[in-house]
């Protein structure tokens, strides 16, 4: 089973992209070290208070994939600093 979760943020007191990568890098590394996750920021690279980050997870079976993903957006609502914009998944059963 693989499950990709795509998060738009919006940065609000961000005044340049140091600033938002400040906000981000942690949110990027954790779960990385945390979770068995891919994390990546794919989109709005060139604006300093947006940020498209993607996630993707795989597992043999569809609730690990579901733990995970459930818990990289746990960390995201909970990080300061930012707002969620827009949170959606996609499930692929691998065929």
């Known amino acids: ?24 890098r942690p949110i990027i590394d954790a779960s990385r070290t945390r979770y068995r996750v891919a994390i990546a920021e794919t989109g709005f690279q060139d604006l300093h208070q947006r940020a498209l980050v993607e ?4 597992a043999s079976v569809e609730h690990v994939v579901t733990e995970e993903l459930d818990a990289v957006e746990r960390l995201v609502w909970s990080s300061p600093g930012l707002e969620v914009v827009s949170a959606r998944r996609w499930w692929s059963d691998g065929e």
């Open 1 to 24: 089973m693989i499950g990709a979760l795509e998060i738009e943020l919006h940065f609000p007191s961000s005044r340049s992209l140091k600033e938002k990568r400040a906000l981000l």
């Open 55 to 58: 996630v993707a997870a795989v």
